[in-house]
């Protein structure tokens, strides 16, 4: 079966590092998204590996591994605005996307 | 990035009435939009995969005659919850995407309130 598999939860503290993980095994792959959602809003792309290899757009990075299955989300100097739910999505041979459960962000003082 | 519209952003609404949401690419054409559903502290879930100018996929245990998709043209979709009941009180989303491999970019979702 297709399974996309993050962490639940996590925290940080303003200003520090962390990265989200998130495996995946799926049927075929045609690309991997990362999504922000803030409670009680819909999800806000935040952006899209197709190839292995490091993205890095302002704070936030993303990285792939295609033989290994593997994404992680870096986010840099955390805001306190950055606590939300950040969902990874895998698009699969037929192009439909398979998706996590998404990670929750806190961000402590 | 591409924009997506829906509306309305709420409706509060009596059991058994209809309830018409609204999704519009504005500045794309989508070939396919997607509807999904979310209860508080939930992942979103896929409803529907709606095509142009075809009838919608609905995901298993989705009642198809309850959830009306219209997708009419390359910009707009609507989902139409018919009859609605309190536990049909969701977040919906819609999404649309700008070709096969292309972007997914969603709206800004519809609070359904059914009292």
């Known amino acids: 079966g297709q399974n996309i598999d993050q962490p639940t939860e996590m925290t940080a503290t303003e200003g520090a590092i962390v990265q989200i993980n998130c495996t995946y095994q799926t049927s075929g792959f045609n690309g991997l998204f990362w999504y922000q959602q803030h409670a009680g809003e819909a999800p806000t792309f935040l952006s899209y590996n197709v190839l292995d290899g490091l993205e890095e757009k302002g704070r936030f990075s993303s990285f792939l591994s295609r033989s290994k299955g593997y994404s992680y989300l870096l986010l840099k100097e955390l805001q306190m605005k950055d606590s939300a739910s950040y969902l990874c999505?895998?698009?699969?041979?037929?192009?439909?996307?398979?998706w996590g459960a998404g990670t929750k962000l806190i961000i402590k003082p | 990035g591409a924009v997506v519209s829906q509306h309305p952003s709420w409706v509060i609404c009596k059991s058994g009435t209809s309830v018409k949401i609204e999704c519009r690419s504005l500045d794309f054409q989508a070939t396919t939009m997607f509807w999904y559903r979310q209860f508080p502290k939930q992942s979103l879930m896929l409803m529907a995969t709606s095509n142009e100018g075809s009838k919608a996929t609905y995901e298993q245990g989705v009642e198809k005659d309850k959830f009306l998709i219209n997708h009419a043209s390359l910009t707009l979709s609507t989902l139409t919850v018919t009859s609605a009941h309190p536990e049909d009180s969701s977040f919906y989303i819609c999404?649309?995407?700008?070709?096969?491999?292309?972007?997914?970019?969603f709206g800004s979702g519809t609070q359904l309130s059914v009292l």
């Open positions: 999505a895998v698009m699969d041979s037929n192009y439909q996307l398979i």
């Open positions: 999404s649309a995407r700008t070709g096969d491999a292309g972007g997914l970019f």
